[in-house]
């Protein structure tokens, strides 16, 4: 079993940047890719960005150009560094792995959540 622990997430205030994190645990046979998905207040979870195992980073159009999504795979952690923050970007964050272990198959694993408050 694979845990998925974040960190990172505050209060800031329009402009500012955070970084969040995303810790893997547990043997993973191989890593296929990982993101980060938000969900605002009444609003649907979006897809924020994703990394695949190749480094390949796809963006949703509204963190285009502010936000970078990486990969330290000797640490086994993601993050998501956000620059230019916008109100419109508070949400609680989500990280996601896909992986499989030496036994199973593909995997998604989440991260529990990280609240991103963007106020002045």
């Known amino acids: 079993q694979v845990q998925l622990v974040e960190s990172g997430g505050g209060l800031v205030q329009p402009g500012g940047s955070l970084r969040l994190s995303c810790a893997a645990s547990?043997?993973?046979?191989?890593?296929?890719?990982m993101g980060w998905y938000r969900q605002a207040p009444g609003k649907q979870r979006e897809l924020v960005a994703h990394i695949t195992s190749r480094g390949s980073t796809t963006y949703t159009d509204s963190v285009k150009g502010r936000f970078t999504i990486s990969r330290d795979n000797a640490k086994n952690t993601g993050y998501l560094q956000m620059n230019s923050l916008k109100l419109e970007d508070t949400a609680v964050y989500y990280c996601?792995?896909?992986?499989?272990?030496?036994?199973?198959?593909?995997?998604?694993?989440w991260g529990q959540g990280t609240q991103v408050t963007v106020s002045s």
């Open positions: 996601y792995e896909d992986y499989s272990l030496a036994t199973t198959g593909w995997n998604r694993g």
């Open positions: 547990g043997s993973i046979s191989s890593f296929y890719a």
